[in-house]
C-alpha cells in the first residue's frame, strides 16, 4: 500500500514562471491538505480538500496560488509567476476521513532563482 | 489566534539519555493533539492523544496530554542515534479544518 506520493521531489524554476506540485493520496483517502514549511518555521496550513472540492483554502495566498483535486488523478498545487519568497518545501498529506491522523508525503522543494 | 509552542528548539543528548519533549497550546475547542517524527523527509505520525491522562506508547517512546494545564510532553527513553530528528506536535480544533503545528524540536543524539 504506497503512502503518499509527491512529485517531483526537486523543483527549480526562475522568477515569473508556473510551479506545478502533485500530490497522490494514499490508497482509500479522500482528504487532502498543502502545506509549505520555511526554514526554522512550523508547517504551515495552506488548503484542504476532498474529491473535485476545496473545503479551505483559507491559508492559501489568493494570488498566484491555486489547488484542485479532481475526480480522477493527483491533487495539483499551483504557482504561477512564482518569486523568490515561494521558495519552501511543500507538503502534501491525506487522510482517511476527516480530521484523523494525517499521512505525510516527501514534499516538493521549490527553489525560485 | 490558536497557538502551538514547543520546547525546547533544539537539545543535543548522548545515546542512553532519557529526553522530554514539550508542547504547550492555545487552541479554541481542542479537539486532537498529534506528534511527528521528521527527518531528512516527510514527517511521519507517533501519537494521536485526545483523553487527558491516558499514555500512550510505542517501544521507547511515550506521550501523555494534560488538557486542564493545555499541554502534552513526548518521552523518549535510552536514545539511539536514530532518534535524532526534528519532532513535532500539531493540535487540531473542534472547528476549522487545519491542524496547527508547532516549529519543532530538533533532537540530536551523539554516540
Known amino acids: 500500500n504506497a503512502g503518499v506520493m509527491q512529485n517531483p521531489r526537486h523543483l527549480v524554476r526562475r522568477r515569473g514562471q508556473e510551479a506545478r506540485l502533485r500530490c497522490s493520496p494514499m490508497?482509500?483517502?479522500?482528504?487532502v491538505y498543502w502545506y509549505r514549511q520555511l526554514p526554522e518555521e512550523g508547517l504551515k496550513f495552506m488548503v484542504y480538500l476532498q474529491k473535485e472540492n476545496i473545503i479551505d483554502e483559507s491559508g492559501m495566498p489568493k494570488e498566484r496560488f491555486s489547488a484542485e483535486f479532481p475526480k480522477e488523478g493527483p491533487s495539483i498545487l499551483r504557482i504561477q509567476q512564482v518569486v523568490r519568497g515561494d521558495s519552501a518545501a511543500y507538503f502534501c498529506?491525506?487522510?482517511?476521513?476527516?480530521?484523523?491522523?494525517?499521512?505525510f508525503g516527501s514534499g516538493t522543494q521549490l527553489s525560485v532563482l | 489566534e490558536d497557538k502551538v509552542v514547543q520546547s525546547p528548539l533544539s537539545l543535543v543528548v548522548h545515546e542512553g539519555d532519557t529526553v522530554t519533549l514539550n508542547c504547550s497550546y492555545e487552541?479554541?475547542?481542542?479537539?486532537?493533539l498529534l506528534w511527528y517524527k521528521q527527518e531528512k523527509k516527510a514527517p511521519t505520525f507517533l501519537f494521536m492523544l485526545?483523553?487527558?491522562?491516558i499514555e500512550k506508547k510505542s517501544g521507547r517512546l511515550s506521550s501523555i496530554l494534560d488538557k486542564k494545564e493545555l499541554f502534552s510532553i513526548l518521552n523518549i527513553t535510552a536514545t539511539q542515534t536514530g532518534d535524532s530528528a526534528i519532532y513535532l506536535c500539531a493540535v487540531a480544533p473542534n472547528t476549522g479544518n487545519q491542524f496547527y503545528f508547532g516549529t519543532g524540536t530538533s533532537l540530536t543524539v551523539i554516540p
Open positions: 498529506a491525506s487522510s482517511q476521513r476527516f480530521f484523523e491522523k494525517l499521512f
Open positions: 485526545t483523553s487527558s491522562g
Open positions: 490508497k482509500g483517502h479522500s482528504h
Open positions: 487552541v479554541t475547542n481542542f479537539r486532537s
